[in-house]
């Protein structure tokens, strides 16, 4: 086609670019390589495990002993990095598990970076899978610092009736969010990677980071991340649901596109490498909007609902499995991500 000339058929016949595979492969527009791609792997406190999450066809709860030999397999995959989830023995109102220097994810880190060195591991920064009532920071609402019966719904000595959302206190939260980045940075982590939505998160990692001569570390902010309907499978394997109200009030409303394009700049602005929109398929107009601005990596996270929606559709033979991952991830590398978190990883890695 040649621009400002009015072609058609039968000139033009389109389909002799789709007449054979070789055909397409040649003009092929959008490729999915496995060096797009993140595998996110589940750790938790024991020994010897390798326990199937019910809620995760084909994913597993390993222990800190056990999660090399996983990180070798898609080492040898061709998948350069893996995003780590650390699910504790104990939980309790600060999630301070998250930052101890044993911590699960701390231990897995030093097992995986010795059998694997040049495998990137990226680290989950929140708080959400370690506090007691299941929110991503400190929690103003449950009594930890009790705030006026009359602000903000509460009810008398400061605790939330139930259905009110929770507030989390944003400043507090985002020292508590530096002190467990650092602990992954000093037990060897590559990339962390904030998901708790707090603002400023950023800008505080990126001085703890720089003050402690981790200045290598990357951030991949979980920059755009909307309250969403699509975490149920996750936060089941993490056991990190809300134990009231819901995560709104620092999460993004899905009906918002401009403020996702906001918290973008602001990220990057307080220093995040990468930026990342969560979730992928129903946000897909978000990765593309970012592309256009942004000249830096954008992440997509292909969450746990997206992920079983398509199998248990293929479970019940409505659709062929391996087609439709691949078309799914390619729609959102065609989106704009060059970086796709997916529990395809290795399926994917597999097949292409």
């Known amino acids: 086609m040649v621009k ?17 595979a070789s055909m ?33 066809a084909g994913c597993f709860h390993f222990s800190p002993d056990t999660i090399a030999a996983e990180a070798a397999e898609v080492a040898a995959l061709g998948i350069p990095a893996v995003l780590l989830f650390g699910l504790p023995a104990k939980k309790d109102p600060t999630g301070s598990q998250a930052w101890a220097e044993t911590g699960v994810v701390q231990r897995s880190i030093k097992e995986i ?22 929110h991503c920071g400190v929690n103003r609402s449950t009594g930890f610092q009790p705030v006026p019966a009359q602000r903000r719904g509460l009810a008398e000595g400061g605790q939330a009736r139930p259905g009110w959302p929770c507030y989390v206190d944003n400043d507090a939260t985002c020292e508590l969010l530096a002190k467990v980045a650092l602990s992954h940075a000093y037990a060897g982590a590559d990339i962390v990677a904030p998901s708790d939505m707090m603002d400023g998160r950023v800008k ?13 570390i990357a951030i991949m902010s979980y920059a ?14 993490l056991d990190s649901a809300p134990a009231f ?40 107009d978000i990765i593309y909007r970012a592309r256009q601005r942004f000249d830096c990596p954008i992440a997509a996270y292909n969450v746990s609902g997206e992920y079983m929606m398509l199998n248990s559709a293929a479970d019940a033979g409505l659709l062929d499995k391996e087609q439709a991952m691949m078309e799914m991830l390619i729609s959102i590398k065609r989106a704009g991500a ?15």
Do not use: W
């Open 113 to 134: 970076k010795k059998a694997v060195p040049d495998l990137l591991v990226i680290t989950d920064v929140c708080l959400c899978a370690y506090t007691s009532h299941g």
């Open 338 to 352: 060059n970086i796709i978190i997916t529990y395809f990883a290795k399926d994917v890695a597999k097949c292409i």
């Open 204 to 216: 505080y990692i990126r001085e703890a980071l720089e003050e402690n001569n981790f200045r290598d």
């Open 24 to 56: 397409r492969k040649l003009v092929r527009e959008t490729s999915l390589s496995v060096n797009n791609l993140v595998y996110p792997l589940f750790v938790r406190e024991g020994e010897n495990l390798k326990e199937p999450i019910k809620s995760m």
């Open 224 to 237: 755009a991340k909307f309250a969403s309907a699509f975490y149920g499978p996750f936060r089941d394997a």
């Open 245 to 284: 109200g819901d995560r709104k009030t620092y999460q993004m409303d899905s009906a918002n596109a401009r403020q996702a394009l906001a918290e973008i700049v602001l990220d990057i602005e307080e220093g995040a490498d990468i930026v990342m929109v969560k979730p992928a398929l129903c946000f897909l």
């Open 4 to 20: 400002g000339v009015f072609m058609s058929f039968p000139k033009i016949r389109l389909r002799r670019l789709r007449g054979s």
